[in-house]
Each structure stands twice: as C-alpha cells, then as structure tokens.
C-alpha cells in the first residue's frame, strides 16, 4: 500500500536558489517563472532572507524554489542555526555566480561551504552553477574568463559533479541554462521523450520541441538528421523566447494572467517550411517544423491531436527514471533517423494507425528563411480559446 506522504514529497521538489547579494538570482527568477523581461527586472528590490515560490510543472511536479538571499549575514545563518532547513531534502542547488565579482575568491569561499552543507544534508542533489552577468564582460574575454571560473568552481566542489553555463537576462543562454534544470527535475523525461521519437518518426518532421506550460522552456527537442546539419544551434531557445514573448502579448490583449496558457495553437506557413505550436495537455506544448505544403501540414496537425491522450497520460504520471538526461545541451535531445534526401512513401499494409499520410514538399528553407520563422514575420496565426 503506498504511503500518501511519500508520494507528495515525491511530487515536491526542493531547489535551492543561492549566490551572493547582487549576483541576479531574483532577476532570473522572475524573467522564468513570473514572465518579467530584462528591462522590467531593474524596479526588483533585494531579496530579504528566503523567498519561497511554488510553481507546478508537467508530471504533477511541484517546484519549491527557495531563492535565497546573498547577504552576508543570511549566509552566515544558513550555514550555521539554519543549516539542517535549508539544505535538508533539496533536489538541486543553483549557485550563481557574478561574472565580474571583484571578490570572487570569496564567493568561492562561501560556496564551498554550501556545497558542504548539502552534502552532508542532501547528498544525492544535484548541482548547477550559472556564470551569469557574462554579457557585462568584453567578448572577446568571455570564453577564456569563463574557463577560469569553471575551472575554480570545479576545484571547490568537492565530490559533486556539477553543471556550469555562462547566462544572461539579456540573451537566450539564460533560457539554456534553466531548460536543462527543468529537465533533469521532471520524472518521467524518458518517457516523454520516447514518445516524442516516435511521433517524429511517424509524421517525418524536421524538428519536434515540448515546452512546459508555465515557464515555456523547452524540455525535449527531437530532430531530423537535416535540423541537425542546418539552422542555429540555438533556436530551440530562440524559439522559447519568441512565443514566450508571443504569450505575453495575447495575455495583455485579453487580460489574462501572465501564466496563463494564452493560446491554443501558432501556425507559421510559407513556401519554404511550415511550423505549429500546439498545446498537448494541461502543461505542454509541442512545436512541429514541418516541410511546406497543406497536405504535409494538415496531416501532421491531425496525427499529433491523434497523440494527445498519450501526452494527457504522461503529464499526470510522476513515475519514472529520468532516462536519457546527461547534463548537456538542452533539455533530452533524441536524434532521428530520418535522412536529408529521404522520401515518404504512401501508407503500406499493416502501418501504425497514427503514422503519417502525408506527401512531403521539395522545398528546403535557407538560413535566412529559417530566421525569418523564428522571428515570426511570415504566416498566419490562429488563436483558439
């Protein structure tokens, strides 16, 4: 018989939030789960003592964000009388560093006795570490000050194996960064992703991309051998940033609660390509890159609706491993095995009732024609409440 309170602990996941005063952990904070952008974080004051947020996620996955505040003198109680409270039964803790701290020799210092404390209270957590304000450092500097950094925070992490990226509020590497996070803390990531191969698989898609609802960071990205050999590296989060703007925009059109869904579907035709963002369940959406014409388009809308009992499944489930999560790139990427010059034959005999009857278009989209889909200035769009 299953213990009720072992399954709601299960279902709440603690994330510890630290760094020192100053370093833009609230900032961060609130552009990815209160929908803030950059320029909208300057009005923030500074965190006093611990500020808790409660955000849930696909999976019935209950994130408790304790953002932690850097002064010296909360350090010193967090690590001392409050020591057990705050590090005890944390799933991950995200320390961020400032790029350009002229104590960094002490920020190491304090982060090491953090490091310390979860290890003695919550061992198995896993541990990110952000770089972040990278952009206030000249560019042709970041790379080499970036390997100092990592290189430094490796040494003080004791027997923890952690993950470092170079963020900030005013690019796309903070949605990188916090994507990989989100990922690693769902369950049943595996899952999700097994059946995002499929579906590839079956409508011949160049690329399929599952956003989490409420903060709209990608969560899986499954893709073609030709989205692998074409397109930016990062355009699964220069995707997350545009719709997430998009969302934004429809919720002050309406009224609605930043956190709202907003919309129903985004569809984006042009000759070249066709792309949809469509809402799955209660917490996903999935973005499809779809090869041009209206048979192609048509037929992959229905085939994905087709899939969504199975996503309303997954999204309710919080069981699982966390299979296929490696701590790199963004979110579980599964790559297809679709070829650049492969062909969709007609349906055969004995094919899966969900596969795809569609005939694929020959035109291929240049650099120029994919930025031109991210950007968002060619198509249509359709709102459905």
């Given at each position: ?85 705050v590090f005890k039964n944390a ?79 005013w690019t796309q590497s903070l ?211």
């Amino acid at each position: 018989m299953s213990d009720p309170a072992a399954e709601r602990r299960l279902k709440k996941k603690k994330v510890l939030l630290m760094g020192k005063s100053g370093s833009g952990k609230s900032s961060m904070r609130s552009i990815i789960f209160s929908n803030y952008v950059a320029i909208d974080t300057r009005r923030l004051g500074v965190t006093i003592d611990v500020e808790h947020s409660h955000v849930k996620f696909l999976g019935n996955l209950n994130l408790n964000l304790w953002d932690c505040g850097g002064q010296d003198a909360f350090m010193e109680t967090y690590l001392s009388v409050q020591r057990d409270h705050v590090f005890k039964n944390a799933a991950v803790l995200i320390y961020v560093f400032d790029a350009e701290s002229k104590e960094f020799e002490r920020d190491l210092i304090t982060y090491n006795s953090c490091v310390r404390a979860l290890a003695s209270n919550s061992p198995e957590a896993a541990v990110f570490c952000l770089v972040h304000k990278i952009d206030l450092v000249p560019e042709s500097y970041r790379d080499t000050l970036y390997a100092q950094r990592v290189k430094a925070i490796q040494a003080r992490s004791e027997d923890f194996n952690i993950i470092t990226y170079q963020t900030s509020i005013w690019t796309q590497s903070l949605y990188r960064a916090w994507s990989q996070i989100v990922a690693y803390l769902i369950p049943n990531v595996g899952e999700i992703a097994q059946l995002m191969e499929w579906i590839l698989a079956q409508i011949h898609a160049r690329e399929l991309i599952l956003f989490e609802r409420t903060t709209f960071l990608p969560v899986c990205v499954v893709s073609s051998a030709l989205a692998r050999r074409h397109g930016p590296a990062n355009r699964q989060d220069r995707i997350s940033h545009i719709v997430k703007n998009f969302r934004q925009s429809i919720n002050k059109y309406t009224n609605d609660p930043s956190t709202s869904a907003g919309f129903a579907t985004l569809d984006i035709k042009t000759p070249k390509f066709s792309t949809t963002c469509m809402r799955v369940s209660a917490n996903m959406y999935v973005f499809m890159a779809l090869d041009p014409g209206e048979a192609t388009f048509n037929g992959a809308v229905m085939n994905l609706q087709s899939c969504m009992p199975e996503f309303e499944k997954l999204d309710v489930k919080n069981t699982g491993v966390q299979a296929g999560w490696t701590g790199k790139g963004k979110g579980v990427e599964v790559e297809g095995e679709r070829d650049e010059d492969e062909e969709v034959e007609g349906e055969d005999d004995g094919e899966d009732p969900i596969a795809s009857r569609v005939n694929k278009g020959k035109g291929r989209a240049s650099a120029a024609e994919e930025d031109a889909m991210l950007a968002g200035q060619m198509g249509r769009t359709s709102l459905q409440e």
